[in-house]
């Protein structure tokens, strides 16, 4: 199975590829008047506005440092969530977006101790261990329903 590795957090996580439309790099964003702590602000992605999360606040409760190897990674978050068939797409800003790895399921393992809801299992990757994302787990209930909402009105 083929996912994309990147940093957050200090740690280094996957998501698995299928949910990932492209990585692009930082963007000014424009805030978001209101918005919980956790939206970075939004970005114009192929001339619609796209609301950016931060994995670092979501995965540790601090922002992300914009370094030059910081990057928005635009994922769909239910893939076919949608009627008319249009990606609901959501970026999500991670420090370091590594490369694509793939894993044979059975190197997945369980994290062998009690775990974030949202860590579906660990696996190593050169050297390094890794934890795969159920992403589905990790962002907030209200962001996804008014992410599709948004669309929907769009």
């Known amino acids: 199975m083929l996912f994309v590795a990147f940093k957050a ?7 698995p590829a299928r949910m990932v439309e492209e990585v692009t790099p930082l ?5 978001l008047a209101g918005a919980p702590g956790y939206v970075a602000g939004v970005m114009n992605h192929r001339g ?3 609301p950016v999360a931060d994995m670092n606040v979501l995965l540790a409760g601090k922002p992300s440092r914009p370094w030059a190897s910081t990057r928005i990674v635009v994922v769909e978050p239910r893939p076919g ?3 008319d068939g249009r990606p609901a797409l959501l970026g999500l800003m ?6 694509t790895v793939e894993l044979d399921e059975a190197d997945i ?7 974030a809801p ?7 990757q050169e050297g390094e261990l890794v934890q795969i994302l159920e992403l ?14 948004g669309l929907e009105a769009a």
């Not at 393992?109 to 775990?115: D, E, I, L, Q, T």
């Not at 589905?136 to 909402?149: T, V």
């Open 81 to 83: 969530a949608r009627a």
């Open 109 to 115: 393992s369980a994290p062998g101790a009690p775990a």
């Open 118 to 124: 949202y860590i579906r299992g660990v696996a190593e």
């Open 94 to 99: 991670a420090e370091r977006v590594f490369k």
């Open 27 to 31: 963007v000014t964003l424009a805030p």
């Open 136 to 149: 589905g787990a990790i962002l907030p209930a209200e962001l996804l329903e008014r992410l599709l909402a």
């Open 9 to 15: 957090a200090g740690t280094r996580f996957a998501l």
């Open 48 to 50: 619609r506005p796209l």
